[in-house]
C-alpha cells in the first residue's frame, strides 16, 4: 500500500497534508479527493457566495499524482444580498 498526501488549496493559501493516508488503488484517490472536496463545500462554500477549492495528491516522493477541483459560485436573482 502506497502512502498519499492530500494539499488542499482553497484561497486562503495552500494547506499541506502532512500525515498522508495509505491507499491501493486510482480509484480510491478519486474517491477520497471527492470525500474531502464535498465535506469542505458542505463547510466553507455557503457563507462565502462562491469560490474554488482544489485537492493537490503527491505520491511518497512528492511527485502530483491527482489533482481535483470544485468551483461554486451563488447569487440571489432578487438583488438582494
Do not use: C
Amino acid at each position: 500500500m502506497a502512502r498519499y498526501f492530500f494539499d488542499l488549496f482553497n484561497g486562503d493559501g495552500p494547506v499541506a497534508d502532512e500525515q498522508g493516508q495509505e491507499l491501493t488503488s486510482r480509484d480510491a484517490i478519486s474517491r477520497e479527493v471527492s470525500r474531502i472536496l464535498a465535506d469542505i463545500a458542505r463547510e466553507e462554500l455557503p457563507g462565502r457566495g462562491k469560490g474554488i477549492i482544489s485537492i493537490e495528491v503527491r505520491d511518497e516522493s512528492g511527485q502530483p499524482v491527482f489533482t481535483g477541483s470544485l468551483s461554486f459560485q451563488s447569487r440571489w436573482h432578487d438583488g438582494n444580498q
